[in-house]
């Protein structure tokens, strides 16, 4: 099956700070999804990012599937953004599951 | 628009027993996926249903059922608990496929197992 991995797996920021994390995936891909993991469990929906680029407010996005890899940039971190960061991808081959990556734990420190 | 629901939020079960999670999806979503969150093993797909049919299935033992109803509500069934069931269950909903669409997870369920 596809592997998927993510970098680093922590990361440690004062708030203010700008971060990247980082989601290689193995194969090609017809999915992918970023989402934040709040402390209750919930998975938040951040980004829909199979290709190109996206910006949500401080936050932005650019996968390369062409390279096999998606970048999740985080700017001016607040605390609220500390939890984690999961990559997830699907493609025509894994019968409409998701594949997670183990996740990048963010802290913002104030 | 109300995203998914999932009941109960949090269950104490003993070894030995089953237990039923359910899930509501979002309106007009017709794929519901579960999978099971532990520390050692990280986010692992259970399976997935659409239009009352289970079209993929993870690698879990038989103890683990699920059915999907006419109104798309799902439900996830542990049969013979053991301890190493405790997990966070979540539950996610696509229009219609969940490898090839956005998918929306709900708050999901704490199982704790003892």
């Given at each position: 099956?596809?592997?998927?991995?993510?970098?680093?797996?922590?990361?440690?920021?004062?708030?203010?700070?700008?971060?990247?994390?980082?989601?290689?995936?193995?194969?090609?891909?017809?999915?992918?999804?970023?989402?934040?993991?709040?402390?209750?469990?919930?998975?938040i929906?951040?980004?829909?990012?199979?290709?190109?680029?996206?910006?949500?407010?401080?936050?932005?996005?650019?996968?390369?599937?062409?390279?096999?890899?998606?970048?999740?940039?985080?700017?001016?971190?607040?605390?609220?953004?500390?939890?984690?960061?999961?990559?997830?991808?699907?493609?025509?081959?894994?019968?409409?599951?998701?594949?997670?990556?183990?996740g990048?734990?963010?802290?913002?420190n104030? | 628009?109300?995203?998914?629901?999932?009941?109960?939020?949090?269950?104490?079960?003993?070894?030995?027993?089953?237990?039923?999670?359910?899930?509501?999806?979002?309106?007009?979503?017709?794929?519901?996926?579960?999978?099971?969150?532990?520390?050692?093993?990280?986010?692992?797909?259970?399976?997935?249903?659409?239009?009352e049919?289970?079209?993929?299935?993870?690698?879990?033992?038989?103890?683990f059922?699920?059915?999907?109803?006419?109104?798309?509500?799902?439900?996830?069934?542990?049969?013979?608990?053991?301890?190493?069931?405790?997990?966070?269950?979540?539950?996610?909903?696509?229009?219609?496929?969940?490898?090839?669409?956005?998918?929306?997870?709900?708050?999901?369920?704490?199982?704790?197992?003892?």
């Amino acid at each position: 099956g596809i592997q998927v991995e993510q970098s680093p797996p922590d990361l440690i920021l004062q708030e203010g700070a700008n971060s990247t994390l980082r989601c290689n995936f193995s194969d090609s891909v017809n999915n992918l999804q970023w989402f934040h993991q709040n402390p209750w469990g919930q998975l938040i929906n951040l980004f829909y990012i199979p290709s190109g680029t996206k910006q949500n407010g401080r936050l932005s996005a650019t996968t390369v599937a062409t390279e096999r890899y998606s970048l999740l940039y985080i700017s001016s971190s607040q605390t609220t953004d500390s939890g984690v960061y999961f990559c997830a991808v699907g493609w025509v081959g894994s019968n409409y599951k998701l594949t997670f990556g183990k996740g990048t734990l963010l802290t913002v420190n104030p | 628009k109300a995203g998914v629901t999932q009941t109960p939020r949090y269950l104490i079960k003993t070894r030995g027993q089953q237990v039923t999670l359910s899930c509501s999806p979002i309106s007009g979503h017709r794929s519901v996926s579960w999978y099971q969150q532990t520390p050692g093993q990280g986010l692992q797909f259970l399976f997935e249903y659409f239009s009352e049919t289970q079209r993929n299935k993870g690698n879990f033992p038989g103890r683990f059922s699920g059915r999907q109803f006419s109104n798309s509500r799902s439900e996830m069934n542990v049969s013979t608990l053991e301890l190493g069931d405790s997990a966070l269950y979540l539950c996610a909903s696509s229009l219609v496929g969940t490898g090839l669409n956005e998918q929306y997870f709900g708050p999901g369920t704490r199982l704790t197992v003892t």
